[in-house]
């Protein structure tokens, strides 16, 4: 998956804690994208940033869940108070400003108990 | 509403045939489309991409078709090897590639 790093790849989570995942795209690519996948289906737009953006949440629940990527440091999809049907793989993309192609990495699998 | 369309969740290829995979979509201002393949319990990765501009792309044995007209596309894949056996994502973007729909994926099995 070309350089971009998920942490943790696999988060298990009881009813009601906060989940935090890590994304940290490939040097020099400063658009982030988050998607989720249900099991059996396929991938789901969430939240587009830039640097210290948020250019497009339309596809992230008004509720619960929040995405930061900072000047310094991976991007961050925040979920709090997680609910069983948060339960998916949650991956996040990577591209450079004015190419399309993004590149994705491993995916958190995120299981809520 | 599916914007993006794979109408077959499977298909299966012998070794060495070809495997067509198909894509539709509703929205007439997409612009440009990209294929992915995922393997199991790994992130998508990036395979061919086509403007709007063009009907053919063609990378080694990859090689992907726009019908702008049918608004369709195809990715061919020749010879089909075990190793392609994955799930193939379609994406298409209307805002030059800002912002990516997925289709549902197709589960690819080439059997030896």
């Known amino acids: 998956n070309a350089g971009v790093m998920q942490n943790p790849r696999h988060l298990v989570r009881r009813r009601g804690q906060e989940a935090r995942l890590r994304c940290s795209p490939m040097?020099?690519?400063?658009?982030v994208y988050w998607y989720r996948q249900l099991p059996e289906e396929g991938l789901k737009f969430m939240v587009y940033l830039q640097k210290e953006n948020i250019i497009d949440e339309s596809g992230m629940p008004k509720e619960r869940f929040s995405a930061e990527f900072p000047k310094e440091g991976p991007s961050i999809l925040r979920i709090q108070q997680v609910v069983r049907g948060d339960s998916a793989a949650y991956f996040c993309a990577g591209r450079r400003e004015a190419q399309e192609t993004q590149y994705f990495g491993p995916g958190t699998r995120l299981l809520v108990l | 509403d599916q914007q993006v369309k794979q109408n077959s969740p499977s298909l299966s290829v012998q070794e060495g045939r070809i495997s067509i995979l198909n894509c539709d979509y509703t929205?007439?201002?997409?612009?440009?489309f990209l294929w992915y393949k995922k393997y199991p319990a790994e992130g998508p990765t990036f395979l061919i991409s086509?403007?709007?501009?063009?009907d053919k792309n063609e990378d080694g044995r990859f090689t992907v078709f726009l019908n702008k007209s049918a608004k369709h596309l195809s990715l061919h894949i020749v010879p089909s090897q075990p190793g392609d056996s994955a799930v193939y994502f379609c994406?298409?973007?209307?805002?030059?590639?800002?912002?990516?729909?997925f289709g549902p994926g197709t589960r690819l099995s080439v059997l030896p």
């Open positions: 040097k020099g690519h400063s658009h």
């Open positions: 929205n007439s201002m997409f612009d440009y």
């Open positions: 994406a298409a973007s209307d805002n030059y590639g800002q912002n990516f729909v």
């Open positions: 086509i403007s709007s501009i063009k």
